[in-house]
């Protein structure tokens, strides 16, 4: 006997499933501004300010760009250059020959120091621009306001970009073979050295220590004793005319002119970017790391910011097919500008099957309540972006929101009056009949056999 139809029973059924991971923390993808400054060859560049100072081989001249406005002054050097530093307001231009030129970047005073041989690498520390003249075994340390040699430091220091670099009161070179690196005290000018089992191809110092970048393409951190810390393996071809930077959170920047590609090391994390042409030079500003490419006569820059990361994520029912999403969004570089819930039908085809809202920040937690629709599966998962539009996203929880009613005292379940027949319904029942086909087929060819036996 029947019974009485039960009061409606809501089933709400939550499950979740990773369907992909999150990902990790990376650089961020090449950006090209607009192209509103004037049309060059670019190549070595620098950063002061909001000014970008780019080396323009089409009309040997550097030019000084706003970053504002995008207005350029153009500087006519009608030389090729070997390097470019920045010291305060003032710019150190080599260009390749047997002079200095000191520009001032406020009042546009610009002063010529003539040098005992051709300058190959500028770095600007401890107050005095250094120049290093390999033909003459020779650095320079030079006063870029009175224009005086302050230091003088005998080494047969490599050629090139790259091969120089100060810090923390000392002086980081390769030597000429780059075999060996050699670590300078400004304060009591006491060497020492290192010497590497892979020629070294760059150098870059900082506080406590230096990096080095090999021609068998890795990285080394080298401590202040001149100790091996820790070693990166590159992708094969990387150390070509490679520049390395380090920024004050640890991260290790790398540019590879020759694979096209800005790098960064975090930890034991290599990341890499491509850029769309071979690179020329490269700079680092606050927030990112602008490089030239000459070939394509632009410029453009990798921001420095890393994507959002979800750390948490669930979704609780709150009654009915009400749920509510939580989500805890982590920004390493404090850059954060919109949390999103993005709710996914699988089972719908156009604009209804993609939903998202914004979510709300409440008590250190992004909040959202959303609704599933009755018989349907969701895929929900929570992306955040930051101003770069860097895309975290975090693992996928599947929501499914059941309608049951219970009709007997057996417990049978049946969809509820006006319940939507899904596509996958559909597709079980075709598959079931085709099955069934060839069996009918084969019983209605024996039973007609059966027939004309009796008749004979």
Same mark, same amino acid.
């Given at each position: 006997?029947?019974?009485?139809?039960?009061?409606?029973?809501?089933?709400?059924?939550?499950?979740?499933?990773?369907?992909?991971?999150?990902?990790?923390?990376?650089?961020?993808?090449?950006?090209?501004?607009?192209?509103?400054?004037?049309?060059?060859?670019?190549?070595?560049?620098?950063?002061?300010?909001?000014?970008?100072?780019?080396?323009?081989?089409?009309?040997?001249?550097?030019?000084?760009?706003?970053?504002?406005?995008?207005?350029?002054?153009?500087?006519?050097?009608?030389?090729?250059?070997?390097?470019?530093?920045?010291?305060?307001?003032?710019?150190?231009?080599?260009?390749?020959?047997?002079?200095?030129?000191?520009?001032?970047?406020?009042?546009?005073?610009?002063?010529?120091?003539? /040098?005992? %041989?051709? =300058? $190959?690498?500028? &770095?600007?520390?401890?107050?005095?621009?250094? +120049?290093? *003249?390999?033909?003459?075994? #020779?650095?320079?340390?030079?006063?870029?306001?009175?224009?005086?040699?302050?230091?003088?430091?005998?080494?047969?220091?490599?050629?090139?970009?790259?091969?120089?670099?100060?810090?923390?009161?000392?002086?980081?070179?390769?030597?000429?073979?780059?075999?060996?690196?050699?670590?300078?005290?400004?304060?009591?000018?006491?060497?020492?050295?290192?010497?590497?089992?892979?020629?070294?191809?760059?150098?870059?110092?900082?506080?406590?220590?230096?990096?080095?970048?090999?021609?068998?393409?890795?990285?080394?951190?080298?401590?202040?004793?001149?100790?091996?810390?820790?070693?990166?393996?590159?992708?094969?071809?990387?150390?070509?005319?490679?520049?390395?930077?380090?920024?004050?959170?640890?991260?290790?920047?790398?540019?590879?002119?020759?694979?096209? /590609?800005? %790098?960064? =090391? $975090?930890?034991? &994390?290599?990341?890499?970017?491509?850029?769309? +042409?071979? *690179?020329?030079?490269?700079? #680092?500003?606050?927030?990112?790391?602008?490089?030239?490419?000459?070939?394509?006569?632009?410029?453009?820059?990798?921001?420095?910011?890393?994507?959002?990361?979800?750390?948490?994520?669930?979704?609780?029912?709150?009654?009915?097919?009400?749920?509510?999403?939580?989500?805890?969004?982590?920004?390493?570089?404090?850059?954060?500008?919109?949390?999103?819930?993005?709710?996914?039908?699988?089972?719908?085809?156009?604009?209804?099957?993609?939903?998202?809202?914004?979510?709300?920040?409440?008590?250190?937690?992004?909040?959202?309540?959303?609704?599933?629709?009755?018989?349907?599966?969701?895929?929900?998962?929570?992306?955040?972006?930051?101003?770069?539009?860097?895309?975290?996203?975090?693992?996928?929880?599947?929501?499914?929101?059941?309608?049951?009613?219970?009709?007997?005292?057996?417990?049978?379940?049946?969809?509820?009056?006006?319940?939507?027949?899904?596509?996958?319904?559909?597709?079980?029942?075709?598959?079931?009949?085709?099955?069934?086909?060839?069996?009918?087929?084969?019983?209605?060819?024996?039973?007609?056999?059966?027939?004309?036996?009796?008749?004979?």
């Amino acid at each position: 006997m029947r019974r009485k139809a039960l009061p409606l029973l809501l089933a709400i059924l939550v499950s979740a499933a990773i369907l992909y991971p999150e990902p990790v923390n990376a650089l961020s993808k090449p950006v090209y501004p607009p192209q509103k400054y004037p049309k060059m060859v670019p190549s070595l560049m620098a950063v002061h300010g909001d000014q970008l100072i780019v080396q323009d081989l089409s009309e040997k001249a550097v030019d000084l760009i706003s970053l504002e406005t995008w207005e350029t002054k153009s500087l006519k050097i009608g030389k090729e250059l070997s390097d470019l530093a920045i010291l305060g307001d003032l710019l150190a231009i080599a260009p390749r020959d047997k002079h200095l030129l000191i520009y001032d970047l406020e009042t546009g005073e610009q002063r010529e120091l003539e /040098v005992p %041989g051709r =300058i $190959e690498d500028l &770095e600007a520390g401890d107050g005095l621009i250094w +120049a290093s *003249i390999p033909l003459q075994d #020779l650095i320079l340390g030079i006063d870029p306001i009175s224009l005086e040699v302050e230091e003088r430091i005998e080494l047969n220091i490599a050629s090139g970009r790259g091969k120089l670099s100060i810090a923390g009161g000392s002086l980081w070179a390769i030597e000429e073979a780059g075999e060996s690196v050699v670590k300078i005290d400004l304060r009591s000018g006491s060497r020492s050295s290192l010497k590497l089992e892979e020629p070294a191809a760059a150098i870059k110092a900082f506080e406590s220590g230096a990096l080095i970048a090999t021609s068998g393409d890795k990285i080394l951190e080298i401590s202040s004793d001149l100790k091996v810390q820790r070693s990166w393996s590159l992708e094969k071809g990387s150390a070509a005319e490679i520049q390395v930077y380090r920024l004050e959170d640890g991260r290790i920047i790398y540019v590879s002119p020759s694979r096209w /590609v800005i %790098g960064e =090391i $975090e930890g034991d &994390e290599i990341t890499e970017v491509r850029t769309e +042409a071979r *690179i020329g030079g490269s700079a #680092l500003a606050e927030d990112r790391i602008w490089f030239s490419e000459t070939a394509k006569q632009r410029i453009g820059y990798a921001p420095l910011s890393r994507p959002p990361r979800i750390t948490e994520f669930r979704v609780e029912r709150v009654e009915g097919n009400l749920f509510k999403a939580y989500a805890e969004v982590d920004d390493p570089d404090g850059d954060l500008a919109k949390v999103y819930l993005i709710v996914f039908y699988p089972e719908l085809v156009g604009s209804a099957q993609n939903r998202s809202y914004e979510m709300s920040l409440e008590d250190g937690s992004y909040i959202r309540e959303f609704r599933v629709d009755y018989g349907r599966r969701a895929e929900v998962h929570v992306s955040a972006v930051d101003k770069f539009n860097n895309l975290g996203e975090s693992e996928t929880i599947l929501v499914e929101a059941k309608e049951l009613k219970t009709l007997t005292s057996q417990q049978t379940i049946q969809p509820s009056q006006g319940a939507a027949i899904t596509p996958a319904e559909i597709y079980a029942l075709g598959s079931s009949l085709l099955l069934l086909l060839p069996i009918i087929m084969a019983l209605v060819y024996l039973r007609g056999r059966r027939k004309k036996r009796r008749r004979r």
